[in-house]
Nanobody, 128 residues
Framework: QVQLVESGGGLVQAGGSLRLSCAAS????????MGWFRQAPGKERECVAA????????SYVDSVKGRFTISRDKAKMTVYLHMNSLKSEDPAAYYC?????????????????????WGPGTQVTVSS
């Protein structure tokens, strides 16, 4: 099992940046694919970014491509979401998730039902 705790959320002006962190506990962190999801009030939860076990292959939802970057630090057992050029459509609760499924391919990484473990979330607010 793995426990996840997000941090780094807060209030930022439009156009600003934030870095979200997701600290994982457990000895098998590198065996999980990781994803960042977000959910705004009244909207469905969506995957904004995912990173494979190899720590290299990443994927993003179109709305954040070129602005957000997901990365993972194996030694620190942490996954990051660097968010730049934040917009009015970015405010949401952001969640980190881990998937133990070794058969994920392509669009699987964006499906929340493919993830086994979730953090409690961190709130991101953008002021205009």
């Amino acid at each position: 099992q793995v426990q996840l705790v997000e941090s780094g959320g807060g209030l930022v002006q439009a156009g600003g940046s934030l870095r979200l962190s997701c600290a994982a506990s457990g000895r098998t962190f590198s065996s999980y694919a990781m994803g960042w999801f977000r959910q705004a009030p009244g909207k469905e939860r969506e995957c904004v970014a995912a990173i494979r076990r190899n720590g290299v292959t990443t994927s993003y939802v179109d709305s954040v491509k070129g602005r957000f970057t997901i990365s993972r630090d194996k030694a620190k057992m942490t996954v990051y979401l660097h968010m730049n050029s934040l917009k009015s459509e970015d405010p949401a609760a952001y969640y980190c998730a881990a998937s133990s499924n070794v058969y994920l391919t392509g669009s699987d990484y964006s499906r929340q039902d493919r993830y086994d473990y979730w953090g409690p979330g961190t709130q991101v607010t953008v002021s205009s």
